[in-house]
Every structure is written in C-alpha cells, then in structure tokens.
C-alpha cells in the first residue's frame, strides 16, 4: 500500500512539474511572437506615417493587435497553473 501512494505521489509532483513547464512555455512562446509581430510591423509603420501622417490612428491599432498573441498566452498560462 506504502508502495502504491509512492508511485501515486511521485506521478503527481510530475504532473505538476509538466504543468509548470507547459506554462512557461506557453507565455515564453507567446511573448516571443508578439515581439516578433510588434518588431515587423513596427518598423512597417514608420515607413507609412512617413509619407502618410494621417493614417496613424489606423496604424496604432495594427500595433496593438499583436498583443491579443500575449493576452492568449497569459490565458492559457493562468489555466494550467489553475490545475497545479
């Protein structure tokens, strides 16, 4: 009986283990991208707002969209840290 809440226990610490991981995967993943994105589409931008000063309540919110990839990540983080 000893034997079986052993395997039990360990198995449970690796979950919990894999779950930690998993997390920081997701929001590693998940920044990365974003920053990715932001770095494109930033420089993008400047191009424009160059020769076209008006469209840049358009731009700023092509700018921002990226940041739903993070928001996304925090979620799915949040989750799996939720099962710890």
Same mark, same amino acid.
């Given at each position: 009986? !000893? &034997?079986?809440?052993?395997? /039990? ?8 283990? !894999?779950?930690? +991981?998993? !997390? ?6 998940? #920044?990365? !991208?974003?920053?990715?994105?932001? #770095?494109? +589409?930033?420089?993008? +931008?400047?191009? @424009? ?11 700023? @919110? ?12 925090? @979620? &799915?983080?949040? /989750?799996?840290?939720?099962? +710890?």
């Amino acid at each position: 009986m !000893a &034997a079986e809440q052993q395997i /039990l226990q360990s198995l449970l610490l690796e979950k919990e283990g !894999a779950l930690a +991981i998993g !997390a920081g995967i997701a929001m590693a993943g998940a #920044a990365l !991208a974003t920053a990715w994105a932001q #770095a494109s +589409i930033g420089s993008s +931008i400047m191009g @424009v707002l160059a020769e076209k000063p008006e469209e840049a309540f358009r731009l700023i @919110v092509y700018m921002a969209l990226p940041e739903i990839i993070v928001l996304l990540g925090f @979620v &799915a983080t949040f /989750l799996m840290l939720e099962k +710890i």
